[in-house]
């Protein structure tokens, strides 16, 4: 009873109610689970997304070329938006898992949520096809929607300096970090980026090893420049 309470306020969230429950409990079964699994509705709905996240960007920037919409779909359909999706509807509560999966906080992963709301959005397709999938999506994304910018389209330092240098048969850059301080859960890193052959470098620092190398390729960027 419970379960099919928790079910219906899903289904509720959506503002949608499936014609046919099957499709539904199979979106949120894993495949360590007993029955049938949602590995083909997870292919289905990762396609569905792809395509209705497109076309709405399509139709948000008219004057975005394709690299600037396809990092912005990117944004949109990267694993940690759809786990956070799959957050904000409490897909973990609902999830069937196998024995071993329950034990290691399976409900709680990244991975197997975004999967799992991927497998819904393929389920409700089937149920009654894209128009209501389609408004399921502009509904969960709406507010994700709202906050986009051309800006956030921009490609990253690290990669602005890799085609920056390819594009004048220079060396690519090297990253190191040179050291790291503090806690694990509050660590700061140092990174060194270096081009050979020009004699530069710079130093970034970061949140992580990531964002340290970011800022490095950033300072590098900008002392090219200036040098220029």
């Avoid at 499936?18 to 396609?47: C, I, M, P, V, Y």
């Avoid at 270096?194 to 900008?222: D, I, Y």
């Amino acid at each position: 009873m419970r379960q099919h309470q928790a079910l219906e306020a899903l289904q509720s969230q959506l503002n949608y109610q499936f014609n046919d429950n099957t499709l539904l409990e199979q979106a949120l079964t894993h495949r360590s689970a007993k029955g049938a699994h949602n590995e083909r509705l997870e292919f289905l709905g990762d396609s569905i997304l792809g395509f209705i996240i497109a076309a709405k960007l399509f139709e948000i920037f008219p004057n975005a070329d394709e690299g600037q919409m396809t990092r912005l779909r990117a944004k949109l359909v990267k694993e940690k938006t759809l786990a956070e999706v799959a957050n904000e509807l409490s897909l973990g509560d609902l999830l069937s898992l196998g024995g071993g999966e329950l034990k290691s906080g399976g409900f709680r992963r990244a991975s197997i949520l975004s999967d799992a709301f991927e497998a819904l959005l393929g389920a409700i397709y089937l149920d009654s096809g894209v128009k209501s999938v389609n408004q399921v999506i502009d509904s969960l994304y709406q507010s994700r929607y709202q906050k986009l910018s051309l800006s956030m389209a921009e490609k990253d330092p690290k990669t602005q300096l890799q085609e920056w240098l390819q594009g004048r048969q220079k060396s690519l850059p090297e990253y190191e970090v040179t050291r790291s301080e503090g806690q694990d859960h509050n660590r700061t890193y140092w990174v060194q980026c270096t081009v050979a052959g020009a004699n530069l470098s710079t130093e970034g620092q970061g949140s992580s090893r990531r964002k340290a190398e970011q800022s490095a390729a950033q300072k590098m960027m900008e002392q090219i420049k200036h040098g220029n």
